[in-house]
Each structure stands twice: as structure tokens, then as C-alpha cells.
């Protein structure tokens, strides 16, 4: 097996003409320290973005900030518990300063496979402590910032997953809390009038340390080879036989929160490769 996470290149970032990607505009990233969150934070920062990264890996969030700054973007991290509210008050307090909070994007998100009869109750509760509750209430913390712009305009992104259309065995709470953000996203999006929106990014398996994590548990639940999992389990639905990188989901949060998708309210980014839709 050869999952590695690809190392970003500036001509792979989709870089978008749009006003409100300046300086001024603060973008704040969760789980910014690897993967898809990692990817996004350069991707914000090399579209013109105040970003503000944020996750409990202090040693990974400041690489992704050098990473940022050294491709000419502007990052600030800082380290956050996502399931402790103190620090979430406090990492939305510190971004507020650095100019408007006008996107957000929830990312951070942990795995753990079991059934539901045999599911520890304590990583039931911090799953959803961490992949739906903080979303939750970053956002509650972050849209009043995004009110008091000229504009009054601020986009919200949450990372699911094909798991927010389809269940798959021995993933019970990582299914629950994606169809919860598709919720999450719909809920803002109807009491947005439009100018608060948003938006949920639902991708098969991509390759970050999360998917090469599960490989040996989905191994030992289905009992077979790890070899196996990657092809028939995490692959098996998918026209195409690769998994994408993080920098191509990054892409879509960008796509998400420029003016080109200003159509894009409570609506879902589905980029599986066919993983749902074709049989």
C-alpha cells in the first residue's frame, strides 16, 4: 500500500478573482494541521485570505502556517481544543482581530470503527463533541462577525463525506455527524437570507492520515487484507480507481466560498467519483 499525503504545489491551489478575498477578510480553518484541513489553510492564504488555522497539534499547525507563509500567504494558527468551548471563544475572539470573519470551514474530524452494539459511549461523545458541536458553535460565534460587515455577507463551509448520503458498516458516529453537518449547513443557509450561507463538501476516501489509519481496523473488523480494503472497501464503489488529495478538496472550499457560488445555499458539493450515484 502507498497512501502517502501529497505535498502541495502552488499550481495545483485554484486561485479565484474575488473582492472579498483581501487581507482584510479572515478565513478560519479547523483541523489545520494535516490533510484536508492543512490544504485548505494554503489554499485561503494563497487566495489573498487572512487565515486563521486552528487545531490541537500545535507542532503540525504552525508547519502549516510556515507552509503558508512561505508560499506568500497570510496564517496565524492557534492551538485549540474543538471540544473544549473556552478555547473556541478564544480562537474566535483572536481571529476577530486580525480583520472581518468572513468564512469558516469545518474540517477537524476524527475515526473510529466499530458496530453500534460495541461503540465505547465515550468516543460516541467526543466524536460528536468534535465533528458536530463545534461546528455548531463556531458557527453560532462566527456569523454575528460576519453581520456586522458592509456587506453582511459570510460563508460557512463543513467537510462530510459520501457518509452524509450513504452508510457503511461499523461507522455509526462518523455517519451521524456528516448527515448532522448537511443539516448544520441547511439550517444556516434558511435563516441566511442569502448573504449567510452554507455548504457541505462530500468526498470518497482522500489521501490524508485519517483514511490511512482506518486501513488496519476496517482490516481486522471485515477480516481481510489491508490490501483489500483499499481496493474493494475504500475504492470499490468508485469510477475512479484513486483517491483524491487533499489540495483538490481544498479547491472546492474555495470554489464554496468565492462569488462563483453565490447560488450555492444549504447545497452539497458531491466529489466521489461516483462512489453514490452509480452502480
Same mark, same amino acid.
Given at each position: 500500500?502507498?497512501?502517502?499525503?501529497?505535498?502541495?504545489?502552488?499550481?495545483?491551489?485554484?486561485?479565484?478573482?474575488?473582492?472579498?478575498?483581501?487581507p482584510?477578510?479572515?478565513?478560519?480553518?479547523?483541523?489545520?494541521?494535516?490533510?484536508?484541513?492543512?490544504?485548505?489553510?494554503?489554499?485561503?492564504?494563497?487566495?489573498?485570505? !487572512?487565515?486563521? #488555522?486552528? @487545531?490541537?497539534d500545535?507542532?503540525? /499547525?504552525?508547519? =502549516?502556517?510556515r507552509? &503558508?507563509?512561505?508560499?506568500g500567504?497570510q496564517?496565524?494558527?492557534?492551538?485549540?481544543?474543538?471540544?473544549?468551548?473556552?478555547?473556541?471563544?478564544?480562537?474566535?475572539?483572536?481571529?476577530?482581530?486580525?480583520?472581518?470573519?468572513?468564512?469558516?470551514?469545518?474540517?477537524a474530524g476524527?475515526?473510529?470503527?466499530?458496530?453500534?452494539?460495541?461503540?465505547?459511549?465515550?468516543?460516541?461523545?467526543?466524536?460528536?463533541?468534535?465533528?458536530?458541536?463545534?461546528?455548531?458553535?463556531?458557527?453560532?460565534?462566527?456569523?454575528?462577525? !460576519?453581520?456586522? #460587515?458592509? @456587506?453582511k455577507?459570510?460563508?460557512? /463551509?463543513?467537510? =462530510?463525506?459520501?457518509? &452524509?448520503?450513504?452508510?457503511?458498516?461499523?461507522?455509526?458516529?462518523?455517519?451521524?455527524?456528516?448527515?448532522?453537518?448537511?443539516?448544520?449547513?441547511?439550517?444556516?443557509?434558511a435563516?441566511?437570507g442569502?448573504?449567510?450561507?452554507?455548504?457541505?463538501?462530500?468526498?470518497?476516501?482522500v489521501?490524508?492520515?485519517?483514511?490511512?489509519?482506518?486501513?488496519?481496523?476496517?482490516?481486522?473488523?471485515?477480516?481481510?487484507?489491508?490490501?483489500?480494503?483499499?481496493?474493494?472497501?475504500?475504492?470499490?464503489?468508485?469510477?475512479?480507481?484513486?483517491?483524491?488529495?487533499?489540495?483538490?478538496?481544498?479547491?472546492?472550499?474555495?470554489?464554496?466560498?468565492s462569488?462563483?457560488?453565490?447560488?450555492?445555499?444549504?447545497?452539497?458539493?458531491?466529489?466521489?467519483?461516483?462512489?453514490?450515484?452509480?452502480?
Amino acid at each position: 500500500m502507498d497512501i502517502k499525503e501529497p505535498k502541495i504545489e502552488p499550481k495545483e491551489i485554484l486561485i479565484l478573482e474575488d473582492d472579498l478575498f483581501n487581507p482584510g477578510n479572515v478565513c478560519i480553518v479547523t483541523g489545520s494541521g494535516t490533510g484536508i484541513g492543512r490544504a485548505t489553510s494554503i489554499a485561503a492564504a494563497a487566495n489573498n485570505l !487572512m487565515t486563521v #488555522g486552528l @487545531d490541537i497539534d500545535e507542532e503540525a /499547525g504552525k508547519k =502549516t502556517q510556515r507552509i &503558508a507563509q512561505e508560499m506568500g500567504g497570510q496564517m496565524r494558527f492557534i492551538k485549540t481544543d474543538l471540544t473544549c468551548d473556552e478555547d473556541i471563544e478564544y480562537a474566535v475572539k483572536e481571529a476577530a482581530k486580525l480583520g472581518t470573519i468572513k468564512f469558516l470551514a469545518n474540517i477537524a474530524g476524527i475515526q473510529h470503527i466499530d458496530s453500534v452494539e460495541n461503540f465505547p459511549m465515550e468516543k460516541y461523545d467526543l466524536m460528536q463533541r468534535l465533528m458536530l458541536r463545534a461546528p455548531f458553535y463556531l458557527s453560532k460565534l462566527t456569523i454575528p462577525h !460576519m453581520k456586522k #460587515g458592509s @456587506d453582511k455577507i459570510g460563508v460557512i /463551509g463543513n467537510m =462530510t463525506s459520501v457518509h &452524509a448520503h450513504i452508510c457503511t458498516v461499523n461507522k455509526p458516529v462518523y455517519n451521524i455527524t456528516k448527515f448532522g453537518l448537511r443539516a448544520l449547513s441547511q439550517s444556516i443557509s434558511a435563516e441566511g437570507g442569502g448573504a449567510i450561507r452554507s455548504f457541505t463538501i462530500s468526498t470518497g476516501f482522500v489521501k490524508t492520515p485519517l483514511a490511512l489509519n482506518q486501513v488496519s481496523a476496517q482490516a481486522e473488523q471485515r477480516r481481510i487484507t489491508p490490501e483489500k480494503v483499499v481496493k474493494d472497501v475504500m475504492m470499490g464503489k468508485s469510477r475512479i480507481r484513486e483517491m483524491m488529495s487533499p489540495i483538490e478538496v481544498a479547491n472546492l472550499f474555495i470554489f464554496g466560498f468565492s462569488r462563483f457560488a453565490r447560488y450555492l445555499i444549504g447545497g452539497d458539493l458531491l466529489f466521489d467519483g461516483g462512489m453514490v450515484l452509480t452502480y
